[in-house]
């Protein structure tokens, strides 16, 4: 059956079904060229209608190829650049004009008579798992949705690809696009006039994809759901089965797996107005479409800001999230002509951040004007309000005045005299890491015992030094280390801050370096304001070594839950080994002059 002759029978099928008018939809099929009225009577000669143009029992038969089986609807990713919304729930369950978006998108598919339902979750999963008992989908959940991109949502429901819908949960249809029978794969686009970076399409003359390039001008671009036939998802499925272990499939959209076998995958293009899809990327964008977010976003993060800046929801405006760190996530946004930074604590980082002692440093920060960036922070939920630094950048390890000032704001904490009720204890530190990925199977490899031990018997070394404790900073390095237009520097981040040995805070600024020894050796004194003895060089040498292990070991565990560090993994690696060797050198006396291994 060819496709002219699928739509004229599908449209027959629509008007049994109660769907289209029956006197509009025949009265316009016959007024159609003289081809469709021979398709027509080809229909009838077939036995797929009868003398009336009603669909038989034959011609439902004939469709039954094209029957959509199922849907798949993806939601275990982050939405991470829907902050700050996204921090509370998954973008899947915002409500739009009164409907929560999921759940119409469900509706819109059994409506369209599609009941096998599929919905793979992750992130927030136990927020989603009621759909089950609410419209009797079927939940997968996708515990890889943290570390891979969404061929980990698809990997898993392999089994489900036949002539399937595959959809993403965060798309509003405004009027219902899906159907109980499909002719051929496809995929929805939009036009963009204008520039767009959108995933833009190339077709041939039957509509099939080409290609697809990232920007583009005047283009149909990829927006909303895709339809896999049941030719379609076998092929796909062999490939991703096949490509599946492949770092690059794996890290990356589906769609770049079908852009690189875009040849034998054919997809073609179905045309929809800007106005029948919409997908929001940001509040701002959603702002837009309903109104009501303007005044109550329902958003806990909004009550905090208002309640901080004794401001109304509408103050605030150009969110947009800046970074997604290791350990929380941020978003700026601009209120009654000033800049600011909201922070959002990351999901598992209560159990290796103490946030009321960040709090508590934090507001010593302030007081001593080391941080004047800081504004408010919550020590029991952990999010923390800051005013935004236009054209700041980061201290450089290269330019001597600017370390010359981060460290002068060290030393300026560390005599401060002021204290803390809490302690960070490195030794603790690292054990707790030591055993955790060691849990998850990451602390077996060639020279581990060593390393372990060569730190433990530094840490015997250090201690006997009793050099005595006082408030540290515990994470100095250059992005911490803020400047703006006028040069003058804040330390920012106190999530570590604690009672410790001074020599953390320098070990911490080495280990995060790219020094020789005989540069570290400069930076120590540059630090103590003296040329260091022996016996006070070893000490922070020692740190050097200790902080190194302990960021590496802190750094697998992140890898291990999927939240890489990049080159610092083996800088870690590197310095640990470094600093080690020269530590243990010092403590035996066995320094050569130059102290530059």
């Known amino acids: 059956m060819n496709q002219t002759q699928f739509n004229m029978l599908f449209s027959l099928y629509k008007i049994r079904d109660g769907k289209l008018s029956r006197e509009d939809t025949v009265n316009r099929l016959r007024g159609t060229a003289g081809k469709a009225d021979n398709v027509l009577k080809g229909l009838e000669e077939a036995g797929f209608t009868d003398s009336g143009y009603h669909i038989t029992e034959s011609g439902i038969a004939a469709l039954e190829p094209f029957k959509v089986k199922n849907a798949v609807i993806m939601a275990a990713g982050m939405s991470t650049r829907f902050a700050p919304l996204s921090y509370e729930k998954p973008k899947a369950l915002l409500k739009v004009k009164g409907e929560i978006l999921i759940e119409r998108e469900i509706r819109q598919l059994q409506e369209a008579g599609i009941t096998d339902i599929t919905v793979v979750v992750g992130y927030m999963k136990e927020k989603l798992f009621y ?27 392999t089994d489900k690809m036949d002539n399937t819908y595959i959809c993403s949960s965060d798309d509003y249809f405004v ?11 496809y ?86 107005g800007d106005n029948e899809i919409k997908e929001f990327d940001s509040l701002e964008e959603l ?99 800051s005013y935004y630094i236009d054209n700041a950048r980061t201290m450089d390890y290269g330019n001597d005045e600017d370390v010359s000032k981060a460290l002068a704001l060290v030393r300026r904490l560390h005599t401060s005299g ?6 960070f204890n490195i030794r603790d530190e690292i054990r707790k890491f030591e055993e955790t990925i060691a849990r998850m199977g990451r602390s077996d490899f060639e020279d581990r015992t060593e390393m372990h031990d060569d730190i433990d018997r530094i840490y015997r070394l250090v201690d006997a030094d009793d050099a005595g404790v006082c408030l540290c900073h515990c994470d100095c390095y250059d992005p911490n280390f803020l400047i703006d237009d006028s040069g003058n520097m804040n330390l920012i981040d106190w999530e570590y801050a604690g009672m410790a040995d001074p020599a953390t805070d320098i070990g911490t600024f080495l280990a995060c370096s790219d020094y020789t020894m005989g540069k570290a050796d400069e930076t120590i004194a540059v630090y103590l304001q003296h040329t260091p003895g022996v016996e006070e ?58 102290g530059d291994e």
């Open 418 to 423: 002021r204290s803390t009720p809490y302690s």
């Open 287 to 385: 702002r837009c479409f309903d109104k009501s977010y303007i005044e109550n976003a329902d958003s806990k993060v909004f009550t905090n800001i208002c309640s901080a800046l004794d401001c109304q929801e509408s103050e605030i405006s150009e969110i947009y999230p800046i970074s997604t760190g290791l350990t929380n996530a941020s978003f700026f946004f601009s209120c009654r002509g000033r800049k600011y930074v909201y922070r959002h604590p990351g999901v598992g980082t209560e159990a290796y951040i103490n946030r009321k002692a960040e709090a508590l440093a934090m507001n010593i920060a302030q007081e001593l004007k080391l941080d004047n960036t800081f504004i408010c922070m919550d020590e029991n939920e952990g999010w923390k309000l």
């Open 175 to 185: 009027n219902n696009v899906f159907e109980q029978y499909v002719y051929r794969s």
């Open 187 to 272: 995929y929805a686009a939009v036009y963009a006039p204008g520039e767009t970076d959108e995933y833009c399409l190339s077709t041939d003359r039957t509509g099939r994809i080409t290609d697809v390039s990232i920007g583009g001008m005047n283009a149909w671009y990829m927006l909303g759901h895709v339809y896999f036939s049941r030719s379609f998802s076998k092929r796909f499925v062999r490939i991703l089965k096949q490509e599946y272990d492949s770092p690059e499939t794996r890290g990356q959209l589906w769609e770049k797996l079908y852009i690189r076998y875009i040849s034998e995958l054919p997809l073609y293009i179905r045309k929809y």
């Open 537 to 594: 060089l070893r000490h922070y040498i020692a740190y050097g070594a200790i902080l190194s292990y302990y960021w590496f070991v802190w750094a697998l565990y992140q890898d291990s839950v999927g939240k890489t560090v990049g080159s610092y993994l083996y800088q870690w690696y590197r310095c640990t080994k470094a600093y080690s060797k020269r530590t243990l050198k010092l403590y035996r006396n066995e320094e050569t002059p130059e």
């Open 131 to 157: 759909l089950a008992d609410k419209f009797d989908v079927s939940i997968v959940v996708n515990e890889d949705y943290y570390r891979y991109n969404n061929p980990s949502s698809l990997i898993l429901v």
